[in-house]
T-cell receptor
Framework: LAKTTQPISMDSYEGQEVNITCSHNNITTNDYITWYQQFPSQGPRFIIQ???TKVTNEVASLFIPADRKSSTLSLPRVSLSDTAVYYC?????????????FGAGTRLAVHP | NAGVTQTPKFQVLKTGQSMTLQCAQDMNHEYMSWYRQDPGMGLRLIHYSVGAGITDQGEVPNGYNVSRSTTEDFPLRLLSAAPSQTSVYFC?????????FGSGTRLTVV
């Protein structure tokens, strides 16, 4: 399973765009990139998943360069409620499942 | 549609006791898994299952047993509780897309 590296913590202010970058140098052809969000005392919540280029949904955008050795989660106009831990995961989706291995995540603090 | 349901939400055990953490999903997912999360840490995979009758070990399987007799249920058994197993336990289910996590069971072993 590809190992991921992401910043331990980030700070931002309400209304700003936040970009969290994840490095996954050992990513393989069959790996997909998935991001999860976790609030205190809750289970992680799926945010977005992608394989290459750009993916956008109602919550976030995911940018993946051509070499796929990194990815960037972009949260537009964050609010206080976006304060959470964000996890980047990389895994093989063949067979219809992905044995998710979590790293330490990035602790995002949004300030007023 | 309840998603992933975990019971109990809280539990206190004495060292050496055994118990079963329950996990049920109503989304007909083949894949289910159990994680533990210690304070301030990320999640660690204990066991997972890719379908009824099929289970495998994750990163930290020692001290835990699982079985998968139905698609819906994936119980986690602590054989002989130890203080090191004090943690929050999360169950997840899903497929090729995103996974849905339960709300967790907070376990304290004294």
């Amino acid at each position: 399973l590809a190992k991921t590296t992401q910043p331990i913590s980030m700070d931002s202010y309400e209304g700003q765009e936040v970009n969290i970058t994840c490095s996954h140098n050992n990513i393989t052809t069959n790996d997909y990139i998935t991001w999860y969000q976790q609030f205190p005392s809750q289970g992680p919540r799926f945010i977005i998943q992608g394989y290459k280029t750009k993916v956008t949904n109602e919550v976030a955008s995911l940018f993946i360069p051509a070499d796929r050795k990194s990815s960037t989660l972009s949260l537009p106009r964050v609010s206080l409620s976006d304060t959470a831990v964000y996890y980047c995961l990389v895994g093989d989706m063949r067979g219809g499942y992905n044995k998710l291995i979590f790293g330490a995540g990035t602790r995002l603090a949004v300030h007023p | 549609n309840a998603g992933v349901t975990q019971t109990p939400k809280f539990q206190v055990l004495k060292t050496g006791q055994s118990m079963t953490l329950q996990c049920a999903q109503d989304m007909n997912h083949e894949y289910m898994s159990w994680y533990r999360q210690d304070p301030g840490m990320g999640l660690r995979l204990i066991h997972y299952s890719v379908g009824a009758g099929i289970t495998d070990q994750g990163e930290v399987p020692n001290g835990y047993n699982v079985s998968r007799s139905t698609t819906e249920d994936f119980p986690l058994r602590l054989l002989s509780a130890a203080p090191s197993q004090t943690s929050v336990y999360f169950c997840a289910s899903g497929g090729s897309g995103g996974y849905t996590f339960g709300s967790g069971t907070r376990l304290t072993v004294v």
